[in-house]
Nanobody
């Protein structure tokens, strides 16, 4: 079946780290751009990062530059988002996305609090 499945969310204290994963199936993963989005309570969905099919081009929203790292393993059909130095403003539901069929995962909750 065609799907994206996120995992790795949870609760951490400010300054902590978390790694999210997104497993893809049902399409030629290595041919598609991949993106991470997030949506905080009361806010619009925001593009966090994107990566080209081979990983040669990566972009980040300014607020996460230097703290988040996007990677992909085409052999495993999986992308990752390593999040360091987390702060309260990073609290959101994080979603994986690809332009193939405008496909979205179900989301995984990240909560940063004391």
């Amino acid at each position: 079946q065609v799907q994206l499945v996120e995992s790795g969310g949870g609760s951490v204290q400010p300054g902590g780290s978390l790694t999210l994963s997104c497993a893809a199936s049902g399409f030629t993963f290595s041919s598609y751009y991949m993106r991470w989005y997030r949506q905080a309570p009361g806010k619009e969905r925001e593009l966090v990062a994107g990566m080209s099919p081979s990983g040669g081009v990566t972009v980040y929203v300014d607020s996460v530059k230097g703290r988040f790292t996007f990677s992909r393993d085409n052999a495993k059909n999986t992308v990752y988002l390593q999040m360091n130095s987390l702060n309260v403003e990073d609290t959101a539901v994080y979603y994986c996305n690809t332009p193939y069929q405008s496909l979205w995962g179900q989301g995984t909750q990240v909560t940063v609090s004391w």
